[in-house]
């Protein structure tokens, strides 16, 4: 696919007469020259900086992430055999556990040459429960390849790792896979690309053939046959077959109007010529996918390796370099600075993942400035603790290769800095700054967990820290109440890989409990005038705090013409205001009252659960010349809110997923069945191909064993994925004084 070579011919550094004579020879002999380039990883890079790549590999389950990552392993000469998910022979599913399950569970990290550009890549998952692996991730990318089923097109978790893209400004550009199963449809993938992901999806190829007879594709921008013969990894080049001539005309023209509308450079070639030339395409293609108005579509079959080197090219020639992304931008004695991609700059570098392994603590490093080596101290800016790094590694999924160095725009595994987590900033100690840490959501299912023999219980309780550690989104707790150690994370898979871990690696035989949900409550109906006079006298000096506050549902607070004018927080679903005038309470006892009523939302009246959605409003009160103080208000805050929950109305809110089913027709009215028994409210469905994609809203609570049940009643051919979508009320969950009214 020259037109990528042709795109990144400056910022790779060759001269033009190479590039001519690498590409517009004939087909085997360009084969020949790229085979002696890329199948040695040690050649050359032309820039250090300007020639990497740090993308990722996003997409739905088993629309065939992994498969591309090992055929880009495998053309670059990293791998010399293909690696496949079925046999359990894949450089990147390398756990026990991901092979076991044929599932990608961790996101794994290699490194290959492509064309003098070192690209660095990550394969990550694509179930929903491991979310947050996609989410640190995509935290240090620079960009990625969403990855698409031509028979199912944008799946559910293609959609969510989509968005996550978006919220970190991830350019893409897209592969649909799979054209050779029976069903496929390109142009139905890209249709569902612009509906459902809205980017303008930019097709530059045509496929050659169709399900079992797919053998190549026509790139568009060159006017050029890939054809890929039997089970040769060469492509014969050549002209456009003479029954896809007119077709490829047709959808070349489609292109070049479609660029046209988005490049305001392309319009005016497009305006003055009525076309477009390759060199403008593949300038204007760069723009729009690294702006992210478009998105480059490229087609193939990852499993027969049809496409794979079209792909890479397109990877050069679209996706960003360190140098072309916005300096990254850290806080110091809170100011906002700058840190350019500079390998003479200070060194910055964010860990975006720990893993343990029986040789030691791997810390995994993005490095944004500066250069690091073996054996330098660097700082933890959060913990203000030093680390010396004593050997640096570049990554190849459970494999390494010793380095001396790493620059901006590396993404290497360090050995010897033993306590910096995920989302900590190092830096050079003469210039510390925090970079911004990837998000981490809320943990919705627990577990109880305990050893079955006393003698394992301080076991237990390091691989449980040890666990937590590598992965932030699994949280460890003790249950002052029950004494039980639970464990949260995202999902019901999620807990059970979690547990497995443990058991394989620790040997620990470990009891579990049900899960247990992640429930809510909140106000339906509020309090006015609740008066609250905390008085303590028991000698010297005293405590007093008089106030009075009003409590009503946030939302419906924020409909009312007053709104604002308060503090709240923006996931908690908690606002706080005072209204009192002249000066009765002073603005220091505000704020802790304010804070007190933060103290009880941790526990609400009906089962101990975390409060959301309220609104309190300090309408009045009162203060004592001596005994007053911010700690007495504070604790008056905390219980005047306790009581005005416990005198309102509480509604029980129950966690809800969105989960979409795919089963054999025949199976449908059993598993709708199923989906109503578990309170699941059907919201859609779509016939696809022999079988049915059924969407629906099911509580959390609901799901817990619901992968047996769908096996046993589908005879092992029905899927499903879910992802949270928020909170509802659950059934009779209306209590208080003021239900009965």
């Known amino acids: 696919m020259g037109f990528a070579h042709e795109g990144c011919l400056a910022a790779s550094g060759a001269s033009s007469g190479n590039r001519v004579a690498l590409f517009h020879g004939s087909s085997r002999k360009a084969r020949a020259v790229r085979t002696d380039v890329h199948r040695h990883p040690t050649t050359p890079l032309t820039n250090p900086i300007d020639a990497v790549r740090n993308l990722g590999i996003l997409a739905h389950v088993d629309a065939g992430k992994t498969t591309v990552t090992e055929r880009i392993l495998y053309l670059t000469g990293t791998t010399h055999k293909r690696g496949e998910v079925h046999d ?41 429960d491991f979310a947050d692996e996609v989410e640190r991730s995509l935290r240090v990318l620079d960009g990625a390849i969403a990855v698409f089923d031509a028979v199912a097109g944008v799946e559910p978790q293609s959609e969510s790792v989509w968005r996550q893209a978006d919220r970190h400004g991830v350019p893409r550009i897209a592969f649909v896979n799979k054209l050779d199963r029976a069903g496929a449809d390109l142009d139905a993938a890209v249709e569902s690309i612009r509906e459902r992901l809205h980017p303008a999806p930019l097709v530059v190829q045509l496929p050659i053939g169709t399900e079992d007879g797919f053998t190549g594709v026509v790139d568009l921008l060159r006017m050029r046959a890939l054809v890929w013969s039997g089970d040769t990894d060469a492509y014969e080049e050549g002209p456009v077959p003479d029954s896809l001539v007119a077709e490829a005309l047709r959808r070349r023209g489609l292109l070049e109007e479609a660029v046209a509308e988005l490049h305001p450079l392309a319009l005016e070639e497009f305006c003055a010529e009525s076309t477009l030339s390759a060199r403008t395409l593949v300038r204007a293609l760069r723009d729009l996918t690294r702006t992210g108005e478009g998105v480059v579509v490229l087609c193939g079959s990852a499993y027969r390796n049809r496409g794979i080197e079209p792909l890479l090219e397109a990877v050069v020639a679209y996706l960003p370099s360190p140098l072309d992304v916005p300096a990254v931008r850290g806080t110091r004695g809170g100011a906002v600075q700058e840190r350019a991609a500079d390998p003479a700059g200070p060194f910055a570098a964010l860990v975006f993942k720990v893993n343990s392994t029986p040789t030691g603590r791997l810390t995994f490093l993005r490095v944004y400035s500066g250069t690091v080596g073996k054996g330098e101290a660097v700082l933890d800016v959060g913990t203000r603790r ?178 604002g004018g308060g503090a709240r927080d923006g996931e908690g679903g908690f606002a706080f205001r005072s209204t009192v005038v002249g000066g009765r309470v002073p603005q220091e006892y505000v704020r802790a009252v304010e804070a ?38 504070r604790t008056a805050g905390r219980l005047a809110l306790r009581e005005a929950l416990r005198a309102g109305t509480m509604l029980l809110l129950e966690p809800v997923v969105e989960v979409t089913v795919t089963v054999p027709d025949e199976a449908v009215g059993g598993v709708l069945g199923d989906l109503a028994a578990r309170r699941g409210r059907v919201s859609g469905s779509t016939a696809r191909a022999g079988t049915t994609v059924v969407t629906a809203t099911v509580p959390l609570a609901e799901l817990f064993g619901y992968a047996t049940r769908l096996r046993s009643r589908t005879q092992g051919r029905g899927t499903f994925t879910a992802r949270p979508t928020g909170y509802a009320p659950a059934p009779a969950s209306v209590t208080g004084p003021a239900a009965d009214g």
């Open 88 to 128: 359990g022979t894949t450089v990147t599913d390398f756990d026990s556990q991901e092979r076991d399950r044929g599932i990608t569970i961790f996101a794994a990290a290699v490194s290959c040459v492509w064309d003098g550009h070192r690209l660095n890549l990550i394969d990550t998952p694509g179930h929903v």
């Open 386 to 563: 030093t680390e010396r790094v004593s050997r640096i590694l570049r990554v190849q999924a459970d494999r390494h290769a010793e380095v001396d160095r790493a620059v901006a725009g590396d993404i290497v595994a360090v050995v010897g800095v033993k306590a910096a987590r995920a989302g900590a900033t190092l830096c050079v100690p003469t210039a510390p700054l925090v970079l911004e840490p990837p998000a981490v959501a809320d943990p919705v299912v627990s577990v109880a967990v305990e050893a079955r023999s006393r003698t394992d219980v301080d076991r237990l309780v390091s691989a449980l820290a040890r666990l937590a550690e590598e992965d932030p989104s699994l949280v460890v707790r003790t249950d002052p109440e029950t004494g039980q150690t639970v464990l949260s994370g995202m999902g019901e898979l999620h807990l059970e890989v979690a547990v497995e871990k443990i058991r394989r690696a620790h040997g620990l035989e470990i009891g579990v409990g049900r899960p247990r949900v992640a429930y809510r409550e909140t106000v339906a109906r509020g309090v006015s005038g609740l008066v609250y006079r905390h008085v303590k006298q028991d000698g010297g000096a005293g405590q007093f705090a008089h106030v009075v506050i009003d409590t009503e549902p946030l939302e419906a607070a924020e409909s009312g013409a007053d709104a």
């Open 596 to 633: 007190g009523c933060r103290d009880a939302l941790a526990e609400g009246p009906l089962g101990g659960h975390p409060v959301t959605g309220v609104r309190v409003t300090l309408t009045d009160g009162a203060t004592h010349s001596k005994d007053s103080s911010e700690m007495a208000f």
